[in-house]
């Protein structure tokens, strides 16, 4: 939560943003078309929320509009919530052992 709003990822593929004292929806960033759930909680800093992943992608959204301002490829899926300090963003993302 963040300035009065709440955001959330869903299993229903979508990044969602309520007003927190109405409930009222404010906007939703549809990942449907990636056909991945959202498991990672959301952080806000400076107007952008940003979360990760099943897609290997952490992606930054406008806070207030919900629009896509870029996303990174980490290379596998991202669970963990992002962390920002000092301008940057940490962020976890699973790596798998493939035997040779």
């Known amino acids: ?11 229903d593929n979508n990044l969602y943003a309520l007003n927190a004292a109405t409930g009222t929806k404010l906007w ?3 990942m ?11 952080a806000v800093a400076n107007g ?5 992943s099943y897609d290997h992608n952490l992606y930054a959204l406008n806070a207030q509009t919900g629009a896509l301002l870029w996303s990174y490829d980490t290379g596998d ?4 919530s992002p962390a920002i300090a000092n301008g940057v963003v940490y962020v976890g993302s ?3 052992a493939v035997p040779k």
Not at 1 to 11: E, K, L, Q
Not at 48 to 52: D, I, L, Q
Not at 77 to 80: D, I, K, M, R, T
Request: charged fraction near 10%.
């Open 32 to 42: 449907e078309f990636l056909g991945y759930s959202l498991y990672s909680s959301p």
């Open 28 to 30: 939703n960033y549809p």
């Open 77 to 80: 899926v991202v669970e963990s």
């Open 94 to 96: 699973e790596a798998f």
């Open 48 to 52: 952008v929320v940003y979360v990760g």
């Open 1 to 11: 939560m963040a300035g009065g709003v709440v955001y959330f990822g869903s299993t």
